[in-house]
């Protein structure tokens, strides 16, 4: 089991984009966290 250690905040408001995104980051060894409006997204910076 690989440990993620790069961490990346996704703000988007389609669906879609962040299902393709998690796909993607999470192959390149990404832990992503996801935001679907730019107010959510601030509040989930705190994450990082």
């Known amino acids: 089991m690989t440990t993620l250690s790069k961490k990346i905040l996704v703000v988007d ?4 984009i962040r299902k393709l995104m998690e796909i993607k980051l999470v192959k390149l060894g990404y832990g992503p966290k996801f935001a679907e409006n730019g107010k959510e997204g601030g509040k989930s910076s705190h994450l990082f």
């Open 13 to 16: 408001d389609e669906e879609s």
